[in-house]
């Protein structure tokens, strides 16, 4: 049964925006489906703000989003605009919205594409609806955002690979993963590989005791260690722990170090992420529909919320379960 829409809501655009997340494309397919359903015309908008300003509008219909559910990356492309934080650059992106005779905006990011977002609908008569799409799972208002499962579920298989080489040869690997202000990723993906110690920004790195605690390992003849870091752990990263621990171990283990980099962003997202994807597609067109506007759609155990994209963008989200950091002291031992 289609939404009964505000009547003045005929044409809505959407765009991604920020770092690329797994899960995009079905958040897009969703978007462009739910408006196709209810009657509205739908326009992508290419290379995220950057695009609103050139105006690069794609009209979008069913045929569009078809067998995209199952890609990583995203089809409209994403860019970093500095341009779009100054006066010239919003009121160039709405001239160009209003020449085409859009009605309304749905953005697809994190916290930097929902401080645009927030400022643009402030300034100007545009609705606009924010949904989560990012793999760090840092976002205020929201249990999961998109991308994040997957990038989880990449990681891990990653460190398995890796875990092979380091048996096989006796080595101590640092592996450096994506989270720059959180450990969202490092913490579970460390749990879940049997890492034998995980360093995030939210708890102060103690040398001392790292390297203790790969002493004990080596005494015990463990014939492999994995260290998994956080890039926003305060010490500086892999590199920089590897160097510090290097020093003081005094060539008891032979150590590597592996950053993930970008691997994380990107392959086919995975069952939960096309879900929750499709989920938060459909509710902000919906939210748009109903006359909503200036939120982030999310879920919170389990139900569709809406919060304001100020909060959003600017509040710190939940923090790390302290249960996890404890269960991972104990089954590192």
Request: with cysteine.
């Amino acid at each position: 049964m289609a939404v009964k829409a505000k009547p003045d809501i005929k044409k809505i655009a959407l765009l991604t925006s920020g770092g690329d997340a797994p899960g995009m494309n079905a958040c897009i397919r969703a978007i462009v489906r739910t408006g196709i359903y209810n009657g509205k015309r739908m326009v992508g908008v290419m290379r995220g703000y950057q695009g609103l300003i050139d105006g690069e509008f794609k009209d979008m219909d069913n045929r569009s989003v078809s067998n995209i559910i199952h890609r990583g990356g995203t089809i409209l492309k994403s860019a970093r605009c500095p341009d779009f934080k100054s006066d010239e650059g919003m009121e160039s992106a709405y001239r160009n919205l209003k020449a085409e005779r859009i009605d309304a905006l749905v953005t697809v990011g994190g916290d930097g594409t929902f401080r645009g977002a927030n400022e643009f609908s402030h300034r100007y008569d545009i609705p606009v609806i924010g949904v989560p799409g990012t793999i760090d799972n840092d976002m205020y208002g929201t249990d999961f955002t998109i991308g994040y499962d997957t990038a989880l579920n990449t990681v891990i298989d990653a460190i398995d690979k890796i875990r092979d080489t380091a048996h096989s040869h006796d080595r101590l690997f640092f592996i450096e993963v994506m989270g720059r202000d959180a450990g969202f990723i490092a913490l579970p993906t460390g749990i879940a590989t049997g890492a034998e110690s995980i360093l995030i920004p939210e708890s102060k790195t103690d040398i001392d005791k790292l390297v203790d605690t790969l002493d004990y390992g080596w005494r015990r003849k463990k014939s492999s260690s994995i260290v998994i870091v956080a890039e926003g752990e305060e010490e500086g990263g892999a590199f920089e722990i590897k160097q510090q621990v290097e020093e003081k171990l005094k060539g008891r283990y032979d150590i590597r170090v592996t950053i993930l980099g970008h691997i994380q962003r990107g392959g086919r997202p995975t069952c939960n992420d096309r879900v929750l994807a499709s989920r938060l597609g459909v509710a902000a067109l919906e939210a748009i529909l109903a006359g909503k506007s200036d939120v982030m759609v999310g879920v919170k155990n389990g139900k569709v919320t809406y919060t304001p994209l100020t909060k959003a963008a600017n509040s710190k989200p939940a923090k790390l379960n302290k249960q996890l950091l404890r269960i991972s002291e104990i089954l590192s031992y």
